[in-house]
């Protein structure tokens, strides 16, 4: 199969695969709702019954997982692209325990309780371990080194969740709140939530589509890029700040989940090479779908309780950075 063929029987693929997702994250809960009734409240907008579980509760949580799952996924995607490295998400990377700490740190100094206060230092301290963890491993070179780059954002991320982890142990009754929030949570996330945030992602999301080529250009090598027009500095600046306002935002609304940045971009790649405009747009479609459905299996394992959306993934994306380890020559840039 040719790759323009293969590029939009996957394109078509993800597309059913993200709506059938949509489908059953609307008819799995404490309660099954049958696929019927879940048509049904959508065409009538009934508010009643099971509609009313749909509309009031269902509804805004699927769109805070796919909203949040685009972010994440895109901003892999961009951190994957602009270090030349394998192994880059916003977990690894430590970009999500950075905004995570700032998170805490508004809590336990500024006294924030509410999304609107969440987000400022959410992209505050995605923004400062973006930006510590390049200039880390990139130090003394002209670009970037894709090991010191994992190595430090691995040790950044273990000494500031080491630091989150004392400051909610040090005053659980402040931190109460924060419980769900830390372990990567789409439970109870309304339009209230979500709503501040978007208008933040779809900037990043703005901002990601726009860098693309030039990241083409860039994977061939700063030199080659300067030839051909690129501004490398400019396009480093934009995706530094569409990966903080992307994971930033995803953040605040969900909290830390990790791994999704890191599966997902691969995958893309698999399907539709090394061209980082197809990479985007697939992992636009695919990163929603994991996220839903591990929101799916954390509804499921456990019912009536649930699992968050970040220890479901955590399960899935350890066994999946050691196949990405071994199989060093597919996976590389």
């Not at 895109?74 to 394998?86: E, K, V, W, Y």
């Not at 600046?237 to 903080?244: F, I, K, P, R």
């Amino acid at each position: 199969m040719s790759l323009g063929r293969r590029r939009f029987v996957g394109l078509v693929l993800a597309i059913a695969l993200l709506t059938t997702l949509l489908l059953v994250s609307l008819a799995v809960g404490s309660k099954i709702i049958p696929l019927s009734g879940v048509v049904d409240a959508l065409v009538h907008g009934d508010i009643q019954g099971d509609a009313y579980v749909i509309w009031d509760m269902r509804i805004p949580r699927t769109f805070v997982g796919v909203v949040v799952g685009v972010a994440i996924g895109a901003a892999g995607a961009l951190i994957q692209a602009l270090t030349r490295n394998p192994l880059a998400d916003p977990g690894i990377l430590g970009v999500n325990a950075g905004a995570a700490f700032f998170v805490t740190l508004g809590v336990a100094v500024f006294g924030v309780s509410s999304i609107q206060g969440y987000v400022w230092f959410a992209f505050a301290g995605a923004f400062v371990v973006t930006v510590a963890v390049y200039l880390i491993g990139s130090a003394g070179r002209a670009r970037a080194d894709p090991i010191q780059l994992t190595l430090a954002g691995v040790a950044l991320g273990a000494v500031l969740g080491g630091i989150v982890t004392a400051m909610v142990l040090l005053d659980p009754l402040t931190f109460d709140q924060m419980r769900n929030w830390n372990a990567g949570s789409i439970v109870n996330r309304g339009w209230d939530v979500a709503l501040p945030v978007v208008p933040f992602l779809v900037v990043g999301l703005g901002l990601a589509a726009c860098a693309t080529p030039a990241l083409n250009s860039i994977a061939l090598g700063d030199d080659f890029a300067r030839s051909l027009g690129t501004n490398v500095m400019l396009t480093r600046v934009v995706v530094v700040t569409a990966v903080t306002l992307l994971a930033g935002g995803a953040t605040a609304v969900a909290g830390p989940i990790g791994f999704v940045g890191l599966m997902v971009p691969h995958i893309a790649r698999w399907v539709v090479g090394p061209d980082q405009r197809w990479i985007l747009a697939y992992t636009a479609l695919l990163a929603p779908s994991l996220v839903l459905a591990a929101d799916i299996v954390g509804r499921v394992l456990i019912r009536p309780a649930e699992f968050p959306v970040g220890i479901v993934t955590a399960c899935i994306g350890a066994p999946v950075l050691i196949v990405l380890v071994r199989r060093k020559k597919v996976s590389g840039l």
